[in-house]
Each structure stands twice: as C-alpha cells, then as structure tokens.
C-alpha cells in the first residue's frame, strides 16, 4: 500500500477508494476519535492554571462508539502506509478531526498532508488531491477554543441548573436560545390586543381599501370612528391616480445550512435534525446505477457562494433546456459577518444530475429533499420574473382608496420554482379604457381586526433567529434545537412553548449570568473564534478573559442562588410521615421522602402491564414494551422463549397471507412481514 486515506464517514470510503484507484487505501475514522477528559478541576479536562491546556482522551463508549480498537487498527495501517492523507470534512470540526488523527498516530509533518474537497465526485475528489496542504493549525484552534467553552459552560452551568432547579442541562447557545423562547412567550401573555378598523369599497370587478386622508396615512381605532367616515362618503369615487409599471423579482439565493432546513421545515414538514441527516446521505453518495456518487455539495456551511465551473454550466444547461433569455447571475448576499466562505453553497453535484432521472434510487424523503435543493440551485441562476403592476388611487371627499394588482408577464426563475414559491395575478379592470373618471361603489364596510403579538417560534423561525443575531452555527443548528426538545423545558408541537421548567431554568440563569448567556455575548464570542481562525489573535487570551469573567459569577449564584423547592405529590411517606416530594435524576423524576438524608425512602413505580392481543406464534399475549431510550414497541410477554415483537401496535386482526399480526401505521392497517 502506497498512500493511507482517513475520512470521517465509513460510507465515503468505498466511493473516494473507488475513485482514486488501486494505489490508495480509503478507512474511516467515524467522526472523533478522542475528547476532553472529565478529570481535573470540576472535570472540565483542562488545566485552568497552564492557559487551559487540554486533556484529551480516546472516546470510550459501547460497541462502535469505543474508538480504542478503532485507534490501535489505524495505527497498524499507518506503519504499514508510505503516505498519509486526512481527508476529513471541509470546515473546523473537520480540521480538528484531522488534527486529532494527526496526534493519536503520531504522524510527522513529512508523513502525512492534508486534502479537503466540497463534494464527492470523480472531478472533485481527483482534482482536491493535486491541492494537498497541511493542517491548519488556526482553525483547529478555533475549534479547540469553542470545545472548552462548551465544555465549561455546559458543565459549570449544568452543575447549577441541577443544584438550583428542577432541571437537568444547559449550554452555551442552548441556553440562549431557550432565553429567545421565553422571552417571546412573556410577550404573548402580556400582550394587550388593540382594536382597529379597515373600510373597504366594493366595485364591479375589484375592491379598494382606504389608505389616507388629504394626503396623510389614516388609522381607524373605533367602530364609531369607521361608521362615521362610511356616512361622509358618496357612491361616486374619483379616479385620481393609475399607475403601472414593470417590476422584476429576482430568484432567491442558493441554500445555506439555515435556509435549506428553514425551508425544508416550511415546506416538506422536516425537523431540522431530520433534514441533516437526509443532507448527510445525499453529500456522502447515492448507489444510481453503476455509479456511486454524492449528490450534493458540503451540507454544513453559510456561504451562498457558488464555483465558476458549476455556474458556467448552469447557464450552458438553462440556454439549452428553457431559452437564453432564462439565463441569469449568480447573486452575491450583503451579509458577510461572520461567513465561512471557504466553500461553496449547498448545491447539486451536476446540474444534469435532475431530480426525475435519480428518483428510483431515493427515498421518497431523499428525492423531495434533492428536489428542493436542485430546484433552488437552478432558479438562483436564472433570470428574473417580470411583473406588471398597477396601483389605482380612488379619492372620495378627501379620503383615498387604493387598490393594486399584478401579472406575471414573464416567469423567469419561477419556470423551476414555482412549486416553492407562492404565484398569483391579481387583476384589475383596464382603467386606461374606462370612458368615466367616476366610478360607483355598491358597497363599503368596516372590517373588526385586532393587532395581534409576534408568533411563537418555529424550528424554521428559531434556525432565523440564531443566523440573524450571529449565535451558533451551521453544524450546530439542528443540535440545539434537538438538545431543547430533549431537556423537557419546551413544548413542541409545531411551535416552541417553554414548560414551567423551562422558565424555571431561564429565569435563574438570566439571576446571575445574564451577562454571558444573552445574544451579543454569544454572537461577539462567535466572532472572536473566527479571529483565532484567522490567526489575529491567541487563543487562551479569550478563554482567560472568560473565564476570569464567568467563575465569579458562578461562585456567586452558587452561594446567593435559592433552591427551589421540590414538587408535592400529596402523599405521605410511609416510614417517616414526612411529605413525598418529586425529584430529578439521572434517569427523570421519581417520587420520595422530602426529609432526605434523614429518610431515603423512594417509592417505587409500578409498572402497568398493557394487553394487546394473543400472541400468533405462541399463544401468549403480546403487551406494550419500551426499549432502555423510552420508545414503545410490542411484544410477547413470554420472552425470551418467544421474540415475536412489532414496532407498530398490532390491531388484533391476523394476517391471512403469512399468518401475521396486522398493525396500524398512519390510518392503514397492513402486515409488516409481507406488506398486504
């Protein structure tokens, strides 16, 4: 073996090998293969007095997650390589992987280079290996300096969260993301809604609205105040103003991290977690005939930058499948704070590669995935839509109505994107033809609104958010939102509502580090990594003046902080007589003794067995289930001599093709062994 290949992914592998022949062996790392250790002062794994040094170790877990064998294997592959190269992902998080590999296996400078590419295709991968480097050092600085903060913050943070509420967790952005949620909830419950009024007149072919009187915008408080403009008005109306124009809408921007699962969720319905994990299969490569090869570009990333050779194709395919006139530009975003522009916007692999001549290979949430994606790609290098518009001013004894409208006269982008985006013509009468300058209304009426609060959020309005103020980032918006979810302390059900335990945590984090866990922190501290990437600045230096900020505070929150007090249940403790009070674990909450220490008593759960129906291969019967992670399944209640299980809850009726149970699975019932 002539050159050793790591990347991260074991389902690159094949495909990277595949492409650059028999001189390369390609093996994975399975994404980290070490991690801060939790020893030393309040088990951060760093040495506070030594510049915060970090204290790594190989990560330890069960099976596939216990990267010691994994380590001790890629050693023995390196001795027995000429050349080493780490092909790790394009962005921090990768660099520091390689870096990680580069230490755990000893590689020398002269023993190792470093190769990145932002998709997976022949051209791509062939084309990154002629532009080898070295590790950045930088950037896994950068990464290395976010990792300790994480570290710190989540565990001092937690320890304080768990002493002084009822909750669990906390984090860095995490908790600041929480502090969004309920500060618009607060908003919602005091908002006061205000009564307003709008009058409309009623035409033969269109309606107006009243915008002003004598030239000044007009506000209408009261039913009594619209009654009384509707008694002033006549039936006539003056034609006092018509005005068209041509308008062009141009296409949106190719995908960033945070617009594709925006959209995803708006659209296709996918939690953000669900539609990164899709990405990931589509970047790492798709079996399409013969052929394996990633769909999309690097799915991580805030760049809507796109490569010269895939525009110029581009343009070469929209000449030739809709017209030159459908040709446009890549568009640039005004907003560069805090881009990584190292690479490129998500985009498909080929623009030849369609939707409709991959679909066999996908999923049904793969395809409409790549669909959304192909589409927004396309559109963002065609030419503008042309709209013509038309606004007519109505004046009536001083008070002006307005009514506008509009036609697509030319479709431009929305040839590929109309599926995405919300199309109508609004039209009105041709008034260059009217005879009369006066038109009769048939009908005026006052319309009751209230003004209405700020939504709540949404996974799509949350991921906004976040970019907006400049917290968190593309790799970790998904991961946050997930980490929310978990920790009981929102509700999701399609909006964020944060639980009583989501204020509690909130409100005694925002006590005492109020000035660390809010938006400008966060979003100053995102910066400040990006000038230790830069190289600008040295990397301690900004852990040192956090820290010396942060520690006072905790030790202060931990002495002045109340706890709050435990929960009641109603019932009594038999050994003591003292009340049972609900508490918090490792494993969630359970009832005891609130004189703990004095009294350990816990009460025990009992556990409530579920009937469903007979067993078909024992005669048993099957009962509910919950796996060790809560998820409920069926099965036999006489295992293990019987292991008959379902995921889905059977309905009782056997199946009479294979002899099966039937299950129910969104409002159809069908057997999961032979699907009729």
Known sequence: MKNLVIVESPSKSHTIEKYLGNDYKV????????DLKT???????VDLDDNFKPNYEIIKGKGRQNKSKLVNDLKKECKSADHVILATDPDREGEAISWHLKEVLGLKDNDYDRVVFNEITENAIKDAFTHLRKIDDDLVKSQETRRILDRIIGFLLSKFVMY????????????????LIVEREREILSFVPEEFYKIEADFKDFKAELKKYKGKDIEIKSKVEADEIINTLSNAYNIDNVESKEKHQASELPFTTSTMTQMASNRLGF???????IAQVLYEGI??????VGLISYMRTDSVRLSDVFVNDTKKYIAANYGKEYVGYAKTSKKTENVQDAHEAIRPTSIYRTPESVKKYLTPEQYKLYSL??????????????INTTT?????????????????VFDGYLKVYKDYKE????????????????????????????TEPKPRYTEATLIKEMEKNGIGRPSTYATIIDKLKEEDVVIKDKKFIPTNLGFEVNDKIQQCFSSIINVKYTSNMEEDLDVIADGKIIWHKILNDFWNSFKPMYDNALKEVEKSAPEETGEYCPECGKPLVVRHGKYGKFEACSAYPECKYIKKEEKKIVEICDCPKCGHKIIEKKTKKGKIFYGCNNYPKCSYALWDKPTGEICKTCGGLMVEKKDKVYCPECEK
Not at 164 to 179: E, F, I, M, Y
Not at 287 to 292: A, Y
């Open 423 to 450: 199309v109508k013509d609004v039209i009105l009468p041709d008034f260059a033809n009217y005879k009369s300058k006066v038109l009769v209304c048939s009908n005026v009426k006052a319309i009751q609104h209230f």
């Open 39 to 45: 020893t030393g002062k309040y088990g951060l794994g």
């Open 271 to 277: 939690p953000a977690k669900k539609t990164m994990s």
């Open 27 to 34: 093996l994975s790392s399975m994404g980290h293969i070490r």
């Open 392 to 408: 007519i001013d109505l004046e009536n004894r001083g008070y002006i109505f307005r009514a506008s409208g509009q036609i697509y």
């Open 373 to 386: 994606i192909y589409a927004r790609t396309l559109a963002s290098l065609m030419s503008d839509a042309i």
């Open 287 to 292: 079996d399409i005939g013969s052929e394996r």
């Open 164 to 179: 002084k509420t009822k909750g669990k967790h906390a984090g860095r952005v995490q908790s600041v993301a929480l502090k």
